[in-house]
């Protein structure tokens, strides 16, 4: 691969990296209380399996992106990290879309359900989980622009060969 092509990809990876670990950190320091009729309660990401698979995936998003940053691009594993590619950015697509459900019920209830939104009572966690999610969703973009040139490059390269 030549250097005019390693250096979008490099930048690209170095982007999704800040992009998910910041996702990472502002989901995990995303905290807030709030007392209700002389009762306390805390809002955190530990508290729904959402926001923790979210953690988890831009985590491995993040350390993906890290060793993809010194991996060596003239490798014959082409074809592994074009599947890789795609699975951190189906593995992020998916822990995105659990996370605005959940987000908006917070933001909005569910009047059917009978559950009422917190944000009205904890809104720096609901702030945080916000900022998480466009970071999140920022990692998402850039990792599909990055599945999209490296499949290019791959197809490129197969059309170079027949």
């Known amino acids: 691969m030549t250097l005019a092509k390693r250096i979008p990809i490099f930048l690209l990876r170095l982007l999704a990296l800040g992009a998910a670990v910041t996702a990472t950190v502002i989901t995990v320091t995303s905290k807030d209380t709030a007392q209700v009729l002389n009762m306390k309660f805390e809002a955190k990401y530990t508290n729904s399996p959402t926001f923790k ?8 998003a993040s350390g993906y992106s890290l060793i993809m940053l010194f991996f060596p ?6 074809h592994l990290i074009l599947v ?6 189906l593995l992020l697509d998916s822990s995105i879309s659990a996370c605005l459900a959940i987000g908006q ?5 569910n009047g059917h359900a009978g559950w009422l939104p917190i944000c009205g009572q904890v809104p720096k966690f609901c702030d945080h ?3 998480a999610l466009i970071a999140g ?12 040139y490296s499949l290019h490059n791959f197809l490129n390269l197969f059309n170079l060969k027949s």
């Open 53 to 60: 698979y979210f953690a988890l995936i831009n985590a491995i």
């Open 129 to 131: 989980v916000t900022g």
């Open 73 to 78: 691009s003239k490798s014959s594993c082409g």
């Open 105 to 109: 019920v917070g933001k909005k209830g």
């Open 137 to 148: 969703f920022l990692a998402a973009i850039i990792y599909f622009l990055i599945f999209l």
């Open 84 to 89: 890789f590619d795609l699975i951190m950015v």
